[in-house]
């Protein structure tokens, strides 16, 4: 289940223009949210623009945040905008293993109602706090059938709220937090995670891309964004550029020509070149791979 989420753009549910918007950019992803950006007078309203837009949308990427599980409009949610069209949902402030089977017997049910396959809809939980963090690989790896969480999404705000720490442009305070949440899903055997939004100022791009870059050197996949303009620097980011994609051809074209004739360690413009190399080499062409596949 590879699904390219270089971008995740945020887009309030209870704005069906800004929706629209959303789902006409270039984002691989678009997250309507049922959230925290929704007031709560506008929660029933944001339902139906799910509804409405999802059906209007059909071919786009589009999962859904939907509230906590320990709120009172979880079941609001789950029987108003969890539908047919949605490719997942979003859990927001997941602090334990049995978040995820409780959420899974939860998406069973409506499935079960809309006779739609069990697992039809993803996982993909926000972790957001510091019992989070503390417990992330007995989240990533907890079994439940069927196995919905795709990988999960790091929140920086509510996580520095959590921990009484603040937001700086360099980042440092969110190391620790993201590399565990990284480790956690490659050891769980998850895709790569999605990293929180970058909001300290969203006129300012080349803080964006210094975070991005950031956490794509941690192993995230992609970014979360809350705004058009930050849609396009991050998928650059999180994309292998020209560059790059030709030294990897070169490296696996060379290799496997030395591999050939009985070599399995080589120079190749200074650089060494074994196995693993060639490996990302190859993982590097295959994401290229995907990317232009979902352009063409
Ligand atoms: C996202 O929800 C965050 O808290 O950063
Ligand atoms: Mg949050």
Excluded: W
């Excluded at 984002?27 to 309507?32: C, P, R, S, Y």
């Amino acid at each position: 289940m590879a699904i390219l989420m270089r971008t995740a753009l945020f887009v309030p549910g209870n704005r069906p223009d800004r929706i629209e918007k959303a789902l006409n950019t270039k984002a691989d992803m678009v997250i309507i949210d049922l959230e925290d950006a929704v007031p709560l007078s506008e929660k029933a309203i944001a339902r139906l623009n799910v509804r409405e837009k999802v059906s209007q949308f059909a071919d786009r990427a589009i999962m859904v945040r939907i509230n906590p599980l320990r709120s009172s409009y979880i079941q609001s949610d789950l029987e108003e905008a969890v539908v047919k069209g949605v490719k997942g949902i979003m859990l927001p402030k997941v602090e334990q293993a049995e978040d995820i089977r409780e959420i899974n017997r939860l998406l069973l049910e409506i499935e079960k109602r809309d006779s739609l396959p069990e697992g039809f809809f993803l996982v993909l939980p926000l972790i957001e706090s510091g019992s989070a963090v503390q417990r992330i690989y007995e989240i990533v790896s907890t079994e439940t059938k069927p196995q919905r969480v795709y990988t999960v999404a790091f929140g920086a705000a509510d996580f520095t709220l959590d921990m009484g720490i603040e937001m700086t442009l360099e980042g440092s305070e969110l190391l620790y937090a993201r590399s565990r949440i990284s480790i956690a899903c490659r050891a769980a055997g998850l895709a790569p995670p999605i990293d929180t939004p970058f909001m300290l100022d969203l006129s300012d791009i080349d803080a964006l891309v210094s975070d991005a870059k950031r956490a794509k050197r941690l192993g995230f996949q992609g970014k979360l964004v809350i705004h058009p303009r930050q849609i396009d620097p991050c998928n650059e980011v999180f994309s292998p550029s020209l560059e790059e994609i030709e030294k990897a051809e070169k490296i696996v074209r060379a290799f496997e020509q030395a591999e050939a004739s009985g070599t399995a360690a080589i120079q190749l413009e200074g650089k060494f070149i074994d196995y693993p190399v060639v490996e990302r080499s190859r993982d590097l062409l295959a994401l290229a791979n995907e990317i232009n596949r979902k352009r063409g």
